[in-house]
Nanobody, 128 residues
Framework: QVQLVESGGGSVQVGGSLRLSCAASGRTFSSYPMGWFRQAPGKEREFVAAINWSGGIPVYGDSVKGRCTISRDNAENTVDLQMNSLKPEDTAVYYC?????????????????????WGQGTQVTVSS
């Protein structure tokens, strides 16, 4: 059974930091791109960050660029998202996703429709 399980969400004040983690199990994800998306109430799912199989040259959404860092540990089958300088507009459910169609691909997609495995999400709330 394929599973992506997020953790690390919670409530934080403006300017604070959180580190989200995604643990993959059931299949090998180390050869595939992984991404983080978020969805706020009443809004579409938004791209946050993605990282290729080797961990090189990640891509970030404009709204989080410079404040977030995505990383992965293929030995542990985990993908983390470090978020700093959090703002109220960062409040959302954050989802981990895997694009498990083509291994060792270098091009990273920002379109959630290109990701075929998803976690259940973890809530991040930023208050002023």
């Amino acid at each position: 059974q394929v599973q992506l399980v997020e953790s690390g969400g919670g409530s934080v004040q403006v300017g604070g930091s959180l580190r989200l983690s995604c643990a993959a199990s059931g299949r090998t994800f180390s050869s595939y791109p992984m991404g983080w998306f978020r969805q706020a109430p009443g809004k579409e799912r938004e791209f946050v960050a993605a990282i290729n199989w080797s961990g090189g040259i990640p891509v970030y959404g404009d709204s989080v660029k410079g404040r977030c860092t995505i990383s992965r540990d293929n030995a542990e089958n985990t993908v983390d998202l470090q978020m700093n300088s959090l703002k109220p507009e960062d409040t959302a459910v954050y989802y981990c996703a895997a694009d498990r169609k083509v291994p060792f691909i270098r091009v990273l997609s920002t379109d959630p429709d290109n990701y075929d495995y998803w976690g259940q999400g973890t809530q991040v709330t930023v208050s002023s």
